[in-house]
């Protein structure tokens, strides 16, 4: 998704809609979705700026099998707590992917394993929740600052001059067990 202003990509993206017959259309939805309005995602992240919102863009085909698909692109700003210091980080989450839509577990078991099963109801589908849930996984496991960004940057280094020091000295082929096959005689 380009970063230019988008008249269209303005517009809210609706809650719910029928996948089905959007995908019967070869339909494509763009809009955005305020992020103050997922409760889930606002709290996994530390924060947001005010008005924030995700950028999204899906298309809804049928593929080759007639199985119903939804592939989407999403773009949204967002502030992490860096793992390093603690501190706040600005990161862009982007993600694309591509759902099948599915209405039981059993649907969801038969699709192939290049698409994630989207569960919906017969005609409605919750986009808000789905864009939700994706941008959950997309979430850094540990977001961390640049190493030369982050204000925790002295104190690492720190660290890493004192950790060096301590480190015990290992002459070259000599067994670094030695030690403890020395402490098993002694006790015996």
Not at 8 to 23: F, G, I, M, N
Not at 52 to 75: H, I, N
Not at 84 to 89: A, D, H, K, N, S
Not at 162 to 188: I, R, Y
Request: charged share 25%.
């Amino acid at each position: 998704m380009s970063n230019a202003p988008n008249t269209e990509l303005s517009k809210a993206l609706p809650k719910s809609v029928d996948p089905y017959r959007l995908a019967e259309q070869n339909g494509t939805l763009e809009g955005v979705i305020p992020l103050s309005g997922l409760d889930r995602f606002r709290d996994a992240v530390l924060g947001f700026g005010e008005g924030a919102v995700c950028r999204v863009k899906l298309s809804f085909y049928m593929d080759s099998e007639r199985r119903r698909v939804v592939a989407g692109e999403l773009e949204a700003p967002v502030e992490l707590e860096c793992q390093r210091c603690m501190g706040p980080i600005g990161v862009a989450l982007v993600s694309q992917f591509s759902l099948g839509l599915v209405t039981s577990d059993e649907q969801a078991q038969q699709l192939p394993k290049d698409l994630e099963p989207f569960l919906t109801d017969d005609f409605t589908a919750n986009l808000w929740s789905m864009v939700e849930d994706e941008l959950l996984l997309v979430l850094p496991p540990f977001p961390l600052h640049d190493r030369n960004d982050c204000p925790a940057r002295e104190d690492l280094e720190a660290y890493e001059h004192d950790s060096s020091a301590a480190e015990p000295v290992v002459k070259s082929g000599e067994n670094p067990f030695s030690v403890l096959a020395d402490l098993k005689k002694t006790k015996h």
